[in-house]
């Protein structure tokens, strides 16, 4: 495996350990903790086919894969050394509808939903050559491809979010080297507009939120040398800063709308440590908690896993198999211990079964083997295993 030649989501790393995750590690939660969807229907006994959540964030298309519309999650797979790509309808555990689509080698990808029809897109990137392919998705089926043309291959960190508010997403193109920042208003598989915003120096990273909320999406920057932090307040390709509070120099972080504001606040973690700092944010507003620690070797994925549209976090650890769920409700948490998942297991997250509670998805990326957990309203899980893919697939 090259390592240019990867999905540019999180919670990619790759983990090389012989152990398996087996059906008797698997527990189920606690008796006695809650996971019951309670602001949506007042009750824990809720009926379990209903497909909702609260959360623009849960259900939106460009964060969290739907190929084909239908409410329950999916995934797409890449082969990092054959550049094969493969998409999954899923269906609860089950591979309702797969597909082999086209080839492309040496390329990073990222979703979005660039032509706003609730289906989910891909954009891709060849490492070699700059171009930007877009791919807009219907089911399995690839609708439309179409080149968005080639970039200066420096620009190799790229991100989508929707910057003018109209529900088809854009892209946000960074050089990490020189500090450039593009903007690209996208309608469908059309640049409607390209625009240089402000150069960012090296030293600063950032990640996509929506800050206010108006729902024209902003971007956070972190400079991870002297741990200022901002927000670029986004109005289209206009960008309005504010400086927040300096903090974090050197630590991890991660969004999420801990606190169901519609806004999105900022998860720190320090992975030399395992310190967690919660950023409540409102505006230009931080509202800082300091969250229990966690044993280094965690990594958290974000999602809704009691389905109360209010995010929570996954802490897992990949070598030892330990994982915890942390119900959030702003700084407050709840946590509730997964059984072990075996080691060697890495975690993606998604509502596969369309319940409104994110599921999980545990990959042993040294021997393909895939399994669901379906987290239920009644606050059960269960998990299957599903197909095997080889070590060279990725997924996100
Ligand atoms: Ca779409
Ligand atoms: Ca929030
Ligand atoms: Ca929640
Ligand atoms: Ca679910």
New binding site residues.
Partial sequence: MTTSSTAKSDNLSTVNTESQYTASSINTFEDNQDLSVSSLSGSSSSDVSASFNTSPYITSPAIYADFNGDGNNDKFWYNTETGETQVWLMDGSNVSSEANLNTMATSSFTIGDFNGDGKTDIVWQNQQTGEMTMWLMDGTSISSEASLGTVDTGFSDYSISDFDGDGKTDIFLRNQTTGENVIWVMDGTSIQSSSTLENKDSSWTYTMGEFNPNFTNDIFWHNTETGENSIWFMNGTTATETALDTFGAGWDYKV??????????ILWTNSATGENTLW???GSQANATTLDTVGTGFESSIGDFDGDG?MDILWHNQETGESTVWIMD?GNVSKVELGNSGAGMQATVGDYDGDGDTDILWRNSSTGDNYVTLVSNDGNYTTTPVATLSQEWVTF
């Fill in positions: 999420g709308d801990f606190n169901g504001d519609w806004t999105t606040d409540e944010i409102n209010t702003g």
